[in-house]
């Protein structure tokens, strides 16, 4: 075989080479949904628009109630146990349906500027992702916070954290980018624990290498505001029951 | 014998092409590899979703918010009844005493295992998504994750701290919920256990459903 044909061979491997990581590279699943025609696309953010102006409606609903109702029960002290009922009081409190306010810290996530989450083009790096508000939302859970909140919305033992597509859900409702993360407790213990550099390592570095915007305040006033969602306790009974 | 090349303008042109190539098939190996890099870093610990799933969520949710009006309407009537106030007062009573903890409790559900030593952020994640995916009480080694008291911390030796308890592996989650949405969630293409095994690879989470799980209350 002569060195013409080598060559010829070579230059077939090399270009069918680079023909499959062509392929793979545009086959890399993008984490967010971007490949839709305008008018689908639109259809879907209306769609989810008018979800989301349903879903805050229902909450306001719901807050409502629940104050009418503690409301209404005030009234009754006259025929219900005043025990009863503020041992009731106590367990709602303990269920997040109150306010809570003290001193605490501010937490602040924004992706890096400039960055689009509508875009095919975006790093996840230079976005905050779900993971990063579950790992702060643990760390100031771990620093024994009195209540949490992300963006207005109370944080419970069941409030899931997810990404949807390039959005993020806390109790299943969106929020969106700025976000506050705001917890109520011991600031400077807090402090100290979000500071620790062996702690949130990874959001650190994204921190600094893609100018992701993590910023801690201590406050001396925090507002968390009360649960607003549903308790599901559809296969959950006591055993007597 | 190996031929050696006419040194002529024609094979320093093949040979420049074959260099150019080369550099660019370097360029998309660090690019693709660079790509997978920042999809397991951070992406992954969230299941890919997609439009279905994204308005799936928001109706499911506003049903449910839909259904917390209805019971809480139902709730400020039967209040503002003299006649039944005290029984409702009772069972308000009794519910957020299982919200909270202070009731044992059972259902259907599923128990995880994670069999090994792992990193925060795994079981962080899997918490998180028993919760997505409909649980109604989680607990972790029998230890129920209740309020804001609940938290994953790593302590020098490896092990995992949690209000104060130290879990020691295997990790067993109870989850109780609808245990076959529960189970398929899990076990769904790019759901969790298939982003455990591909982070840890040779390891698997054991899934088990249960038609009872009782889970204690909190001491």
Redesign the interface.
């Known amino acids: 075989m002569t060195m013409t044909t080598r060559l010829s061979i070579i230059f077939v491997l090399l270009g069918v080479t680079i023909g499959v990581f062509f392929a793979a590279q545009f086959r890399t699943d993008v984490p967010l949904d971007s490949a839709y025609p305008a008018d689908q696309y639109v259809a879907r953010q209306n769609l989810i628009k008018d979800y989301i102006d349903e879903q805050g409606i229902l909450r306001n609903q719901i807050a409502n109630l629940n104050k009418q109702i503690d409301e209404q029960q005030k009234k009754n002290e006259a025929i219900l146990s005043k025990t009863k009922l503020s041992y009731l009081d106590d367990l709602k409190a303990n269920a997040g349906l109150t306010t809570i306010t003290g001193r605490g810290i501010q937490v602040d996530l924004a992706d890096s500027p400039g960055a689009n989450r509508e875009s095919t083009g975006v790093i996840p790096e230079a976005l905050v992702q779900a993971a990063d508000i579950r790992d702060i939302v643990n760390l100031l859970r771990t620093g024994h916070s009195d209540a949490i909140s992300i963006n207005g919305q109370r944080v419970l033992a069941t409030t899931p954290i997810t990404a949807v597509g390039g959005n993020i859900l806390v109790n299943n409702s969106y929020i969106a980018p700025p976000f506050e993360i705001m917890a109520a407790g011991d600031e400077n213990f807090l402090y100290q624990r979000l500071k620790d550099p062996t702690i949130l390592s990874e959001l650190k570095k994204r921190a600094s290498d893609f100018k992701l915007q993590f910023n801690l305040t201590l406050k001396s006033h925090v507002n968390i505001p009360a649960y607003n969602g549903d308790f599901r306790l559809k296969y959950v009974t006591t055993p007597e029951s | 014998m190996?031929?050696?090349?006419n040194l002529n303008p024609l094979?320093t042109e093949?040979r420049r092409?074959?260099f150019i190539?080369?550099f660019?098939?370097g360029v998309?190996?660090v690019?693709?590899s660079r790509?997978?890099d920042?999809?397991t870093?951070?992406?992954t610990?969230?299941?890919?979703?997609?439009?279905f799933?994204?308005?799936q969520?928001?109706?499911?949710?506003?049903r449910?918010?839909?259904?917390?009006?209805v019971n809480?309407?139902d709730?400020?009537d039967k209040?503002?009844d003299?006649s039944s106030?005290?029984k409702v007062?009772?069972q308000?009573?009794?519910?957020?005493?299982?919200?909270?903890g202070?009731?044992?409790?059972?259902?259907?559900?599923i128990i995880v295992r994670v069999p090994d030593h792992t990193e925060?952020?795994s079981l962080?994640?899997l918490v998180?998504e028993l919760?997505?995916t409909?649980?109604?009480?989680?607990s972790v080694n029998g230890v129920r994750?209740?309020?804001?008291?609940?938290?994953?911390?790593a302590i020098p030796n490896g092990q995992v701290?949690m209000n104060g308890t130290i879990l020691e592996p295997p990790y067993t989650f109870s989850a109780?919920?609808?245990s076959t949405v529960l189970e398929n969630s899990l076990r769904q293409a790019g759901g969790i256990v298939q982003r455990y095994e591909r982070k840890h690879q040779g390891k698997t989470l054991k899934i088990e459903k249960k038609d009872r799980i009782?889970i204690d209350k909190v001491q």
């Open positions: 190996l031929q050696l090349p094979n093949r092409a074959i190539t080369s660019i098939l998309f190996v690019v693709q790509s997978f920042g999809l870093q951070i992406s610990r969230d299941s890919a979703s997609n439009t799933r994204e308005i969520v928001l109706r499911d949710t506003n449910n918010l839909q259904g917390e009006t809480l309407q709730l400020l209040t503002k003299s106030s005290l007062l009772e308000e009573i009794k519910k957020f005493e299982v919200i909270n202070n009731q044992k409790i059972k259902g259907p559900g925060l952020a962080i994640d998180n919760l997505n409909g649980a109604e009480a989680v994750l209740i309020g804001n008291s609940f938290g994953f911390d701290l109780i919920g609808d009782d």
